[in-house]
Every structure is written in structure tokens, then in C-alpha cells.
């Protein structure tokens, strides 16, 4: 608590974990709750994100929004996400291995251009699996589109919300100190992606590489 507390008077925006019990059936009492407790299986579930702005839960964000919320955060936990390629559904591992925030000047505004170097292991994804170096490339390439795609848009997202997740902000305050109006210039700024992959590991192959 006293971690959003602080992050609040900040004025910064927190996503905290939502908790939900896995029981269908509704319990009216802390009694029939406490009845219902079963040691052997889990009774609570952690899924998607509550959006807390000024004390307030101000909206939800999905498992996969979730995904883009950590990796542009920085954060170096491993992540699952589901992509369509070459007309297939591939669940993909994706680990942050170094992201780089810069700011400059592009037409006499701040813009902010975040790297993101990701580590990708296809381990789960047996419907498709590369077999040659060539494969493997356009494999990387291709998500390097995507990821770049689908990051953007969970910012755009953000942004068209006033959800400064990303800390925009605070970025720019830093860079840019004596900005008159650092709030207006944060929901301003043009902010781009670029993403870099790198295959490791993939799923079970019938045959070697070519």
C-alpha cells in the first residue's frame, strides 16, 4: 500500500494484479467462504491488470496488454504470447534481454524512441517450426514486424486513455528539465518502437537443419 500511496502522490499510474476466485458458485458469507477452502487446489486465480489513476481504478487490461506493459517497462520475466504467422496461431516465449530509451529532437519537439533486444523460444509451438537458417530469419524478422505492430498499438492505447504507463513523463522531465509544460509535451510526443529478435530455442523437429 504504501508503494501506491507514494507512486499516487507522484500522480504516476499503477496496474496491480486482479485476484479472482476459481469457485463458480457464489458465497454470501466470510463463513461459507472460509467452508468452501479446499488445501488440495488453488482457490484463487491472478489475471489481468486493474489501471489505478488518482486512488482510482480508472480500468482493465487484458493478459496480453500485459505482456506489452512489462516487456516496455523493462521487465526481464519470461512472457507468453500467441501470434498469427503464415496463417498460423504460434505461442511464442519472449524474454527481455536490454531495452534503451532515447529522446531527441524531430522538428522541434521531443520524440522518444524505445529498443527493445528480445530473446524468442518457439519450445511450446509445435505447428510450426523452422528448419533451415532461412526460416529461422524470416521467422525473426517477421516478429520483429509484429512485435513492433503490437506495441505500439498498446501504447496508442494508453496514451488515447491519459494512461501514462510507460512513464513518458517522467523520461522527458529527465531529459528535457526545462520544458515549461512537461504534462502536455509527455501526451504529445511521438513515441516509436523498434524491436530485435533472436531465435534460441524451438520446438521438437521431425528432421535436422538444413
Do not use: C
Amino acid at each position: 500500500m504504501n508503494h501506491v500511496i507514494e507512486r499516487m502522490e507522484k500522480s504516476d499510474v499503477v496496474v496491480l494484479p486482479m485476484i479472482t476466485r476459481t469457485t463458480e458458485k457464489h458465497l454470501s458469507s466470510s463463513g461459507e467462504t472460509s467452508a468452501d477452502i479446499n488445501a488440495s487446489q488453488n482457490n484463487f486465480i491472478i489475471q489481468s491488470g486493474a489501471v489505478i489513476q488518482d486512488y482510482r481504478m480508472v480500468g482493465i487490461m487484458n493478459d496480453a496488454q500485459l505482456v506489452w506493459y512489462h516487456l516496455l517497462n523493462g521487465e526481464r520475466g519470461r512472457h507468453v504470447q500467441r501470434f498469427q504467422i503464415e496463417g498460423k496461431q504460434v505461442s511464442v516465449e519472449l524474454r527481455l534481454v536490454r531495452m534503451q530509451r532515447d529522446v531527441y529532437r524531430q522538428s522541434g519537439q521531443p520524440s522518444v524512441r524505445i529498443h527493445l533486444d528480445l530473446q524468442l523460444s518457439t519450445t511450446w509451438a509445435s505447428e510450426f517450426v523452422p528448419h533451415s537458417r532461412a526460416e529461422v530469419e524470416q521467422l525473426e524478422s517477421s516478429l520483429n514486424r509484429i512485435i513492433e505492430k503490437e506495441s505500439l498499438a498498446f501504447y496508442q492505447m494508453t496514451r488515447k486513455h491519459g494512461w501514462d504507463l510507460l512513464g513518458i513523463r517522467d523520461l522527458l522531465r529527465k531529459q528535457t528539465p526545462n520544458d515549461p509544460d512537461i504534462d502536455q509535451t509527455a501526451k504529445n510526443a511521438n513515441v516509436t518502437i523498434e524491436v530485435a529478435t533472436r531465435l534460441i530455442r524451438t520446438g521438437s523437429m521431425n528432421q535436422p537443419y538444413d
